[in-house]
């Protein structure tokens, strides 16, 4: 379902296989263990870079195992489960004490637009693949976390409003146009190619890690506040 691999400085935590990537309870329970293996080796430079196989970087929650639960309670108890289950992944990445790549090769929905956003650095191909938040078309409502960070990552006003008013599908570059992604590429390969450089450059900086963390935590209040992170002065500087 995902596989962990460190070469060098940087990790990489890929989705594997050609599914869509359907966050189920056992994926996120597989990506979380994974940020915990990645905290657990961080030293000075490691980087974090994810991204999928197939066609789907991740088409959000699986909705399939919520309505097979057999009733409509029971599918918006899974529902609500999985959002649960989500919600300490986005915590523990937001609180890693590194920098974060999404190497985005195809389509991102729902969650997995908030797996994406929820890094530092955001690529995605150009050729194939939107991003595209479901929840207006299926008629659910959005988990408070997933505004918060929508409402963090992306500046624009009429962007949000695109995305989460509207069910906008958003291709490579609009958005970097719109500001939410960093830039955009021909193949699914060059967008992991420009991660793996990106990722070299950033590891060359060898930040301390907790320092990076705390920071990121300020720049960011109000999901991180949501989800329970409480910034804390960290003084690490061999200078004081």
Not at 51 to 62: K, L
Not at 122 to 129: S, V
Not at 151 to 173: C, F, M, N, Y
Request: charged letters at 20%.
């Amino acid at each position: 379902m995902c596989t962990l691999e460190k070469r060098g400085n940087l990790f990489f935590l890929t989705l594997t296989g050609d599914d869509e990537h359907r966050l189920s309870p056992t994926l996120i329970d597989s990506l979380i263990t994974a940020l915990s293996q990645v905290k657990s080796q961080a030293v000075r430079g490691s980087v974090l870079i994810t991204t999928a196989h197939g066609r789907f970087f991740s088409n959000g929650f699986d909705l399939g195992w919520a309505q097979a639960a057999g009733s409509s309670s029971a599918a918006r108890d899974r529902l609500h489960y999985m959002v649960e289950c989500f919600k300490p992944f986005v915590a523990a990445l937001l609180s890693l004490p590194m920098p974060t790549i999404a190497a985005v090769p195809g389509h991102a929905a729902a969650a997995g637009f908030v797996l994406a956003l929820g890094h530092d650095y955001f690529l995605m191909r150009r050729d194939r693949g939107v991003l595209y938040m479901s929840e207006v078309d299926l008629g659910l409502t959005f988990p408070d976390y997933f505004t918060a960070l929508m409402r963090s990552k992306i500046g624009s006003v009429s962007a949000r409003r695109d995305i989460l008013l509207a069910g906008t599908k958003i291709k490579g570059d609009e958005a970097v146009r719109m500001g939410i992604v960093d830039s955009a590429y021909d193949s699914a390969e060059s967008v992991v190619e420009a991660a793996v450089r990106l990722g070299e450059r950033l590891a060359e900086k060898k930040w301390n890690g907790e320092v990076y963390a705390e920071i990121r935590k300020s720049l960011y209040p109000e999901p991180c506040g949501v989800l329970g992170l409480v910034p804390k002065t960290v003084i690490a500087s061999s200078k004081l």
